[in-house]
């Protein structure tokens, strides 16, 4: 399966950047400022307007939802992840 990695948060540009340096992070990590991608993906939280829900989601080369995590557990997300990219 061919896969980009994107991240997403409601911070600011610098912001991200030095979170995604300090973790070296991989892949690119969007600024969702006016929340819209977490509204449109369902992460946003109108109980917690602040800080989205940790969501994510394998989008295909048409634009279509083929996977989601409508909650992502931290300790166990990148070993499903694995699983689903490897077809185990």
């Keep these: 399966m061919d896969a980009v990695i994107l991240g ?7 912001d ?3 979170f ?3 973790f070296t992070f ?15 993906y369902g ?5 917690s307007p602040d800080y989205p829900r940790r969501a994510a989601f394998v989008i295909g080369k048409d634009g279509k939802v ?6 992502v557990k931290a300790a ?5 992840v694995l699983a689903l990219l490897s077809g185990s």
């Design 66 to 71: 083929l996977h989601a995590w409508e909650k």
């Design 43 to 47: 992460a946003f939280d109108a109980g």
């Design 76 to 80: 166990e997300f990148p070993g499903e």
């Design 20 to 22: 995604a340096e300090k």
């Design 26 to 40: 991989p892949f690119v990590l969007l600024c969702d400022g006016d929340k819209s991608l977490a509204k449109a």
């Design 8 to 14: 997403a948060s409601y911070d600011s540009a610098d």
């Design 16 to 18: 991200n950047k030095k």
